[in-house]
């Protein structure tokens, strides 16, 4: 099976040994992901702050570009984001697409296990969305939709036996579609 190339790039100021370790512990979860982290930070783009002091997720987003060479791009953030209606988002990510956000602010702890772990499980999350995985009714599948922190800590970083199945079909079935637009 052909790997699945992620880029995680840092937007705005970032704990960048915590985005190493990250990458390190994304394949131990999804064994066709290869992860590295871009060794340039993005900008924050200009004009997503809202009155309340975080960031437009979408904003983000919509500034992501996947580079050569990759298949997906996540990007990370220490700033708080959000979507509006919603309070705050942990991430938010293209349905089917190539790109995510996953914020670290309100995953951050005092022990930095439990930030790594934290992250983990939401980069994991965004790129199951990537490939059209939807949110998991089991409250321990790390696709399962966290509404909280406590959600997100109570779900470990594994995709449950459905999900994990739905995301290597959609992945094989998306190499073999690139197969076949470049054999025409």
């Not at 990458?23 to 809202?50: D, R």
């Not at 449950?160 to 025409?184: F, G, M, N, R, T």
Request: charged content about 20%; glycine content about 4%.
């Amino acid at each position: 099976m052909k790997v699945m190339r992620v880029l995680l790039q840092p937007i705005g100021e970032n704990d960048w040994q915590l985005l190493a370790r990250v990458a390190l512990k994304i394949p131990q979860f999804l064994p066709f992901v290869e992860c590295q982290v871009s060794p340039k930070a993005m900008p924050l783009p200009p004009g997503a702050i809202t009155p309340r002091r975080q960031w437009l997720a979408n904003a983000l987003l919509s500034q992501l570009t996947v580079p050569s060479g990759f298949d997906r791009v996540v990007g990370i953030t220490s700033v708080d984001l959000v979507v509006p209606p919603f309070n705050f988002v942990f991430g938010i990510a293209e349905i089917d697409g190539k790109r995510a956000v996953v914020s670290t602010a309100r995953l951050t702890d005092h022990n930095e296990e439990i930030t790594e772990l934290r992250t983990v499980k939401e980069v994991l999350h965004e790129l199951g969305h990537t490939l059209g995985l939807p949110h998991c009714p089991d409250p321990t599948c790390v696709a399962a939709f966290s509404n909280t922190l406590a959600d997100t800590d109570r779900k470990g970083p594994q995709f449950c036996i459905k999900c994990y199945q739905k995301l290597l079909v959609a992945w094989q079935q998306q190499c073999c579609d690139a197969e076949e637009a470049e054999a025409k």
